[in-house]
């Protein structure tokens, strides 16, 4: 086997995105921008994306980092709306960008054109989120995003199973793409609710942090396969334990904590810029295969199909948004009234992504000895209709945020909200210590005790002090000057130790030690300070 290649992949996308935090361009676009261009490069292999490695071995690691950081308050309290669109809006847009391609394409059999509307019916909102964070979209509107993004797959992948199904000539029926429908839903939430109390066990029972990570690692796994060994719902079962794990990681033993996300940032930063490096990497592959439909004709093909993916998306979400509010006085009495600047942003924020290209290259070549119909198409399409949401959406969708002016977020709101939440926790540890303190088992010197005092009053001002003036010199706040001090004063004890231990007065494991008690401190300095 050639590493050569993955090695490449890996340690090029990764340097890409690194360099996109210095530009103003998000970084999946720019990976997809330098996959097309390297694409071509003479001596570049062919990635050619296999939905045998995407599906099982890539969308799980992300749909868990994605579901673990997510609020599931958020989710649930907005789950009306997540649900239109992570369920209703796909198959939507599966119908009506399946009809409107048998009506373009001459000769394109009904259901082939159906088979490429599940395709790209799915949004992969990796993107838009990831412009949501920088330019700073309301929370709402980000939280119904990434829910969207977290269940929509499950629905777009049984869809076009039921489609594809059809297309070979299996017998599908609406009864059975329904049965099948509803076996995925209930089945992924099924297996995802069986595991996630025993994987939660594992987790809060294991001592040694390492073997912790290890479970971390393989628990998107383990949720995606068993649900897909039962012909349930991989995504959906890998989304519920996830949720459930996130919500509940204040009881993992801190040490793990700390390990596993350091862990899963690096994860998903190696694996978010390799899928969006080889969506740009498959244009050769793509173009190479388009046979009868190259020139004019495909271009139009793209054009058209790109404008009514994006129709159909505000077909959806404006009435979606709107009607459901003004037809129940329930929904008017529980919900915040939506603002028709979210709807245009969740409508513009539409773009695809790799799962809607893998679903395409796992379309049979052949259907009972002849060519699956106009396949080399609706991979053309897919990839076309993925590229150009990317790049038009993703590239416009900053500047439309600004230029509809969403209301900022008040950060002397949120630091007073993070001040009070730390005197309440404060003034709990503080009668607690004076608990433990009182019990002879306990009893401490006195500059141990007040030490512990210190830590936590320090603490407690720490977050006031942000609301602080900044030093007139320096042009520092509080927060700034202290974490520097402590940082040099830890500069100089660390170079003591590397001092010592190339005298040979200690060696270099007493030196790892050393250090790692240091970085410890670091960062719990850095935390105090804010």
Same mark, same amino acid.
């Given at each position: 086997?050639?590493?050569?290649?993955?090695?490449?992949?890996?340690?090029?996308?990764?340097?890409?995105?690194?360099?996109?935090?210095?530009?103003?361009?998000?970084?999946?676009?720019?990976?997809?921008?330098?996959?097309?261009?390297?694409?071509?490069?003479?001596?570049?292999?062919?990635?050619?994306?296999?939905?045998?490695?995407?599906?099982?071995?890539?969308?799980?690691?992300?749909?868990?980092?994605?579901?673990?950081?997510?609020?599931?308050?958020?989710?649930?309290?907005?789950?009306?709306?997540?649900?239109?669109?992570?369920?209703?809006?796909?198959?939507?847009?599966?119908?009506?960008?399946?009809?409107?391609?048998?009506?373009? !394409?001459?000769?394109?059999?009904?259901?082939?054109?159906?088979?490429?509307?599940? !395709?790209?019916?799915?949004?992969?909102?990796?993107?838009?989120?990831?412009?949501?964070?920088?330019?700073?979209?309301?929370?709402?509107?980000?939280?119904?995003?990434?829910?969207?993004?977290?269940?929509?797959?499950?629905?777009?992948?049984?869809?076009?199973?039921?489609?594809?199904?059809?297309?070979?000539?299996?017998? $599908?029926?609406?009864?059975?793409?329904?049965?099948?429908?509803?076996?995925?839903?209930?089945?992924?939430?099924?297996?995802?609710?069986?595991?996630?109390?025993?994987?939660?066990?594992?987790?809060?029972?294991?001592?040694?942090?390492?073997?912790?990570?290890?479970?971390?690692?393989?628990?998107?796994?383990?949720?995606?396969?068993?649900?897909?060994?039962?012909?349930?719902?991989?995504?959906?079962?890998?989304?519920?334990?996830?949720?459930?794990?996130?919500?509940?990681?204040?009881?993992?033993?801190?040490?793990?904590?700390?390990?596993?996300? =350091? !862990?899963?940032?690096?994860?998903?930063?190696?694996?978010?810029?390799?899928?969006?490096?080889?969506? #740009?990497?498959?244009?050769?592959?793509?173009?190479?295969?388009?046979?009868?439909?190259?020139?004019?004709?495909?271009?139009?093909?793209? !054009?058209?199909?790109?404008?009514?993916?994006?129709?159909?998306?505000?077909?959806?979400?404006?009435? $979606?948004?709107?009607?459901?509010?003004?037809?129940?006085?329930?929904?008017?009495?529980?919900?915040?009234?939506?603002?028709?600047?979210?709807?245009?942003?969740?409508?513009? $924020?539409?773009?695809?992504?790799?799962?809607?290209?893998?679903?395409?290259?796992?379309?049979?070549?052949?259907?009972?000895?002849?060519? +699956?119909?106009?396949?080399?198409?609706?991979?053309?399409?897919?990839?076309?209709?993925?590229?150009?949401?990317?790049?038009?959406?993703?590239?416009?969708?900053?500047?439309?945020?600004?230029?509809?002016? +969403?209301?900022?977020?008040?950060?002397?709101?949120?630091?007073?909200?993070? %001040?009070?939440?730390?005197?309440?926790?404060?003034?709990?540890?503080? %009668?607690?210590?004076?608990?433990?303190?009182?019990?002879?088992?306990?009893?401490?010197?006195?500059?141990?005790?007040?030490?512990?005092?210190m830590v936590l009053e320090r603490r407690r001002n720490a977050v006031w002090e942000r609301l602080g003036q900044t030093n007139p010199i320096?042009?520092?706040?509080?927060?700034?000057?202290?974490?520097?001090?402590?940082?040099?004063?830890?500069? $100089?004890?660390?170079?003591?130790?590397?001092?010592?231990?190339?005298?040979?007065?200690?060696?270099?494991?007493?030196?790892?030690?050393?250090?790692?008690?240091?970085?410890?401190?670091? =960062?719990?300095?850095?935390?105090?300070? #804010?």
């Open positions: 086997m050639d590493v050569m290649p993955l090695l490449l992949l890996v340690a090029g996308s990764a340097a890409i995105a690194g360099a996109a935090r210095r530009t103003p361009v998000p970084a999946p676009l720019l990976l997809v921008a330098v996959g097309l261009v390297v694409s071509y490069v003479p001596g570049i292999p062919d990635y050619t994306l296999d939905p045998e490695v995407v599906l099982p071995l890539l969308l799980p690691p992300l749909l868990y980092t994605s579901a673990s950081d997510s609020s599931y308050l958020d989710l649930r309290a907005q789950l009306r709306p997540v649900a239109l669109l992570s369920v209703g809006y796909v198959l939507f847009a599966t119908f009506v960008v399946g009809w409107a391609v048998y009506l373009l !394409v001459p000769g394109m059999p009904l259901t082939s054109a159906v088979v490429l509307g599940a !395709v790209v019916a799915p949004p992969d909102a990796v993107a838009a989120t990831a412009v949501a964070r920088r330019v700073g979209l309301p929370s709402r509107i980000t939280t119904i995003l990434q829910g969207e993004s977290l269940l929509n797959d499950a629905t777009a992948i049984t869809a076009y199973k039921v489609a594809l199904a059809a297309a070979v000539g299996a017998g $599908a029926t609406w009864a059975g793409g329904v049965e099948e429908f509803l076996l995925a839903a209930v089945g992924g939430v099924g297996v995802g609710l069986i595991l996630m109390a025993p994987l939660h066990w594992l987790r809060t029972h294991l001592k040694e942090p390492l073997l912790q990570n290890t479970l971390s690692l393989l628990i998107p796994f383990v949720a995606y396969g068993v649900a897909e060994q039962f012909h349930a719902s991989g995504v959906l079962a890998v989304v519920v334990v996830a949720l459930y794990l996130g919500h509940r990681a204040w009881e993992v033993d801190f040490a793990t904590r700390l390990q596993e996300e =350091a !862990v899963w940032k690096m994860v998903a930063f190696i694996l978010e810029s390799a899928v969006f490096a080889l969506i #740009g990497l498959q244009l050769p592959i793509v173009l190479r295969g388009l046979g009868q439909y190259e020139g004019v004709a495909a271009a139009w093909y793209a !054009v058209a199909l790109f404008l009514v993916v994006v129709a159909a998306r505000f077909a959806w979400v404006y009435p $979606a948004a709107f009607l459901p509010r003004i037809l129940s006085a329930r929904i008017r009495g529980r919900e915040a009234n939506p603002t028709w600047r979210g709807a245009m942003v969740t409508s513009w $924020a539409g773009m695809r992504g790799v799962v809607s290209l893998a679903i395409a290259f796992s379309i049979p070549v052949t259907v009972h000895g002849a060519p +699956f119909p106009h396949r080399n198409l609706v991979l053309f399409l897919t990839f076309t209709t993925v590229i150009g949401t990317l790049v038009v959406q993703g590239l416009t969708l900053p500047p439309l945020i600004r230029r509809l002016r +969403f209301p900022g977020r008040d950060p002397q709101a949120e630091t007073l909200a993070e %001040a009070n939440a730390q005197a309440q926790a404060s003034r709990a540890a503080e %009668a607690r210590l004076d608990e433990l303190l009182s019990d002879d088992r306990n009893e401490l010197p006195p500059p141990l005790a007040d030490r512990l005092r320096t042009g520092e706040s509080v927060d700034d000057t202290y974490r520097r001090l402590s940082g040099e004063m830890i500069s $100089a004890e660390r170079a003591v130790f590397v001092r010592l231990r190339d005298h040979r007065y200690i060696d270099d494991e007493m030196l790892r030690t050393l250090l790692r008690r240091l970085d410890l401190e670091e =960062a719990a300095a850095y935390r105090e300070a #804010g």
